[in-house]
C-alpha cells in the first residue's frame, strides 16, 4: 500500500519572527491537504514562536544532540525540542555532515535517541557530485542507509531523506531513472536491514525541489515525499508543492 506522502520544509540558518504569517500559510495550506503530511524545520529559536501561531502544526528541529543533558555547548537535546513543540527532527543533513564533519555514527546515535524520545527522526543521506561520477552513488548511499539507521528503526519513528549533495540549493537534480534507482536501492536496503518494516518508512527526496519539478519527482516510485529547502521559506513557493504531492 502506498504510504502517505510528507512534504517537509528545512528553513536552515532562515528565519525571525517576521516569518510567522508564512508558517501560520503554511500550516493552513496543510489543513486544506489533509492527504499529505506537512511540516517545517525551524531554527530552534523559531520552534516555540511557531508551535504557539500555529498550534498543531508539525515543527521540527534541524539538529539534536544523543545525550539527554550535560557538557555540550550549543547543543540541543531532544526534550529540549519536545519541550518548545517539535514534533520531529532533521539529523545528518549533508551540511552538517560536511560542516560538523558528523559520521553516519554520529548520526544513528542521534536518531536513537530522537526515537526514544517520540520525535520523527529524518536520516538525510546523499552522495557527493564525485561519487556519482565514479558510479559509486548507490554503494555510498546504502552504506550511509546501514550505518545511520537505528537497529530498531520502524515507519512511524524515522523517515530517510535521499539528498544528493549536488543538487542542495543548485537548481540541479537527478534525472527521473536516478532517483528511482537510488529509492529502490533504498527501499531494498531497509528492507534486508529491518525485514517488512523496511515497507513502512518513508523515503523522501531533497534537491532543488520546486513547484515546477515536484510533480514529477513526488510521483516516481518509492518516492514518499519531499525534504524542500529554498522552496518553503515562502508559503507561495511551498504550498504547490504541498498540492504536487496528492495524488
Ligand atoms: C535541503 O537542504 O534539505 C534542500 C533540499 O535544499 P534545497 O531544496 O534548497 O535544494
Redesign the pocket.
Known amino acids: 500500500m502506498a504510504l502517505k506522502k510528507l512534504v517537509a520544509g528545512?528553513w536552515?540558518m532562515n528565519g525571525r519572527l517576521a516569518d510567522l504569517p508564512e508558517i501560520q500559510a503554511i500550516a493552513a495550506a496543510a489543513i486544506s491537504h489533509g492527504d499529505v503530511d506537512v511540516a517545517l524545520g525551524l531554527p530552534a529559536t523559531l520552534i516555540a514562536p511557531a508551535c504557539a501561531a500555529a498550534p498543531g502544526f508539525a515543527i521540527g528541529g534541524q539538529d539534536c544532540h544523543w545525550a539527554a543533558s550535560g557538557a555540550h555547548t550549543g547543543c540541543l537535546s531532544v526534550d529540549m525540542l519536545k519541550e518548545a513543540g517539535a514534533s520531529f527532527v532533521?539529523v545528518g543533513?549533508?551540511?552538517r555532515r560536511t560542516d560538523n564533519h558528523e559520521t553516519s555514527l554520529d548520526v544513528r546515535q542521534k536518531a536513537e535517541a530522537a526515537m526514544a524520545g517520540g520525535l520523527l527522526a529524518i536520516i538525510?543521506v546523499g552522495e557527493t557530485e564525485a561519487q556519482r561520477d565514479a558510479g559509486d552513488a548507490v554503494s555510498v548511499v546504502t552504506e550511509q542507509v546501514r550505518a545511520s539507521l537505528p537497529v530498531t528503526a520502524a515507519g512511524g519513528a524515522v523517515a530517510i531523506?535521499y539528498?544528493p549533495v549536488w543538487?542542495?540549493?543548485?537548481g540541479r537534480t537527478p534525472s527521473a531513472a536516478d532517483v528511482a534507482e537510488m529509492h529502490a536501492a533504498i527501499r531494498a536496503e531497509l528492507k534486508s536491514l529491518l525485514g517488512q518494516e523496511g515497507e513502512n518508512i518513508r523515503i523522501l527526496y531533497?534537491?532543488?525541489?520546486?513547484a515546477s519539478n515536484a510533480a514529477e519527482l513526488l510521483h516516481i516510485a518509492d518516492v514518499d515525499g519531499a525534504?524542500?529547502?529554498?522552496?518553503?521559506l515562502k508559503a507561495a513557493d511551498f504550498i504547490p508543492i504541498i498540492s504536487a504531492a496528492k495524488r
Open positions: 528545512n536552515k532533521i543533513h549533508s551540511e538525510c531523506a539528498e543538487a542542495i540549493g543548485t531533497g534537491g532543488s525541489v520546486k525534504l524542500v529547502g529554498g522552496a518553503s
